[in-house]
């Protein structure tokens, strides 16, 4: 998330990933359909992730 102290970004932190980040995060059994949506975007974060710092 770009902007970590938004209100979204420290309620699903504290709700969801409250001792890692969110990269780091798993997926419970009983997430909330936008934790579902957020989380299901991680792989091209981290797919982007890789792209811009093998390019460093």
Excluded: C, H
Excluded at 33 to 48: C, D, H, P, Q, Y
């Amino acid at each position: 998330m770009e902007n970590t102290n938004s209100l979204l970004a420290r309620t699903l932190k504290s709700k969801y990933y409250p001792e890692s980040d969110f990269l780091q995060a798993e997926l419970g059994y009983y997430s909330s359909f936008t934790w579902r949506r957020v989380w299901s975007t991680k792989k091209l974060l981290k797919e982007e992730y890789k792209i811009r710092d093998s390019q460093k």
